[in-house]
C-alpha cells in the first residue's frame, strides 16, 4: 500500500512543487492488487473458521503483493527519480521521506491501535509463543521485517515494513541505475529477475513473508520496477504493448497458471509484463481500467490493503449467528467481503486521508512557528535597544 504505495502523482508534495503527471491504468491497477489480496484473506480465512467454500479462484492472490514492490520501484522513480537525481542533498531526501511517512503511517497506526485494542479487552486472542512487548514495539516503528520470525499484529503490514527499507536505499539507488550505461542496466535487470523467479521456484506455494525472507523478495523486486520505468521512460515501448490483446492475453496467462498450479515465479516475472502492458495500453481496456470506479478503488487501495485483518476477523466472529439463519457459505462470504470493504472505505475516508494531510502540511506549519517566533524575538530586541 504500498506504488503500490507511491504518492498520488499528480498533486503536491512537501516541497509545494508538483509530482509527474499520472501514469495511465496503474492506480486502478493497485487497487485491483489490492481487492485480490483482500479475497484471498477472505477466501482463507472463511474456510478454516467459518465454514466458507474451499478456496480456488484466489487462492493465489498473495502473489498480488509482488505486483505492489515493482509498482512501488516504478511510480516512486517515475515520481522522484528525476528530482532526486538532481539535488540529493540531505534536506530533499528528508523530504521525501517524510512524503512516504505521511502516506503509509497513519493508516498502519490506526489497525495497530485497533488490534492492540482488541486483544486487550478480549476479543482477540494472542499468541502465546510471541511477545506482545516485542509484536508491539516493532508494529509501530513497521520493524516487523526482519526482525520477527512471525507477524502478530496485522500481518499484511509486513510488506510495509520491507518497503521502508526500498524508500531508504531509493534516493540512492535511482540515482546510480539512471546513470548505468543501457547495456549494463538491462544485465544488471535481467540478473534480478533470475533471482526474482528462482525465489519464487524455490519457495513456490509456500508462505514466505516472514523475517529475512521477506527482504529477500522485496528489495529485488522494488529495484526491478525501477529499472523498468527506466526502460519505459528512455525508448518508447514497442507498439504491440499499446494492444488490448497483449494486456488481456497476459491477464489470463496469469490467472489460468495460478489455477492450474503453475510455479509462483512464472506468475511474479508476468506481473512485471503485465505492469509494462497497463502503463502502455493504448486501446479500449485503457478506457475500462480508468473508469471512475476503477480509479476510485486505486484511491482506496492502502486502506483496503492496510486494514482488512480486523473486519474479516470481526466477521468470523459472526458465523455462528449468522449459520442460525442458514447464511453461510458462499453467501457468508460474499457478506464478509462487503463488510470488509466498506469499513476499509471509512478507514481511508475518516482516518487515511485527513490524518495525511495534516502530517503532510506539518513541516511547514512548524516552519511557520518558527519565523513568527524569531520575528517575535528580533522585535523584542529591538524595542529593548530602544528603551
Not at 502540511?361 to 517575535?376: C, E, Q, Y
Amino acid at each position: 500500500m504500498g506504488a503500490y504505495l507511491g504518492a498520488p502523482p499528480g498533486r503536491n508534495d512537501t516541497t509545494g512543487r508538483d509530482t509527474a503527471p499520472e501514469l495511465p491504468g496503474l492506480t486502478p491497477l493497485r487497487g485491483i492488487a489490492a481487492l485480490v489480496v483482500m479475497l484471498y484473506h477472505l477466501s482463507f480465512i472463511t474456510f478454516n473458521f467459518a465454514g466458507g467454500a474451499p478456496p480456488w479462484l484466489w487462492r493465489r492472490g498473495s502473489l498480488a503483493v509482488d505486483l505492489f514492490f515493482f509498482l512501488s520501484g516504478f511510480v516512486l522513480t517515475h515520481a522522484y527519480g528525476r528530482r532526486l537525481s538532481a539535488d540529493r542533498r540531505w534536506r530533499n531526501i528528508g523530504r521525501f521521506l517524510w512524503v512516504r511517512f505521511c502516506r503509509v503511517y497513519p493508516g498502519n497506526f490506526f489497525a495497530t491501535a485497533i488490534f492492540i485494542l482488541a486483544c486487550t479487552v478480549g476479543h482477540l486472542r494472542f499468541p502465546a509463543d510471541a511477545s506482545i512487548t516485542k509484536q508491539v514495539i516493532a508494529a509501530l516503528y513497521l520493524m516487523q521485517v526482519p526482525w520477527l520470525d512471525q507477524v502478530v499484529i496485522n500481518r499484511p503490514s509486513w510488506s510495509i515494513s520491507a518497503e521502508w527499507y526500498a524508500y531508504l536505499l531509493f534516493p540512492f539507488l535511482a540515482p546510480m541505475i539512471c546513470r548505468l550505461r543501457a547495456h549494463t542496466a538491462a544485465i544488471l535487470c535481467a540478473t534480478l529477475l533470475i533471482q526474482v523467479a528462482t525465489y519464487h521456484t524455490v519457495f513456490s506455494h509456500e508462505p514466505h513473508a516472514q523475517g529475512w525472507g521477506a527482504l529477500v523478495r522485496a528489495l529485488p523486486e522494488f529495484t526491478v520496477g525501477v529499472f523498468a520505468y527506466r526502460y519505459y521512460s528512455e525508448r518508447p515501448p514497442h507498439k504491440i504493448w499499446e494492444k488490448d490483446a497483449v494486456l488481456i492475453g497476459i491477464a489470463v496467462t496469469i490467472a489460468a497458471g495460478c489455477l492450474l498450479g503453475a510455479p509462483d515465479s512464472l506468475a511474479v516475472v508476468l506481473l512485471l509484463a503485465l505492469l509494462l502492458a497497463a502503463v502502455c495500453n493504448a486501446g479500449r481496456v485503457a478506457k475500462v481500467l480508468n473508469a471512475r470506479p476503477l480509479r476510485w478503488l486505486g484511491d482506496v487501495s492502502y486502506s483496503i490493503y492496510i486494514f482488512q485483518m480486523l473486519p474479516l476477523t470481526v466477521m468470523v466472529s459472526f458465523a455462528g449467528p449468522l449459520a442460525r439463519y442458514g447464511i453461510n457459505g458462499f453467501q457468508f462470504q460474499v457478506i464478509a467481503a462487503l463488510f470488509t470493504f466498506w469499513s476499509c472505505w471509512l478507514v481511508h475516508r475518516c482516518v487515511d486521508v485527513p490524518a495525511r494531510a495534516a502530517l503532510r502540511g506539518l513541516p511547514d506549519r512548524l516552519m511557520a512557528v518558527a519565523a513568527h517566533r524569531a520575528a517575535r524575538s528580533k522585535s523584542m530586541v529591538r524595542v529593548a535597544n530602544q528603551s
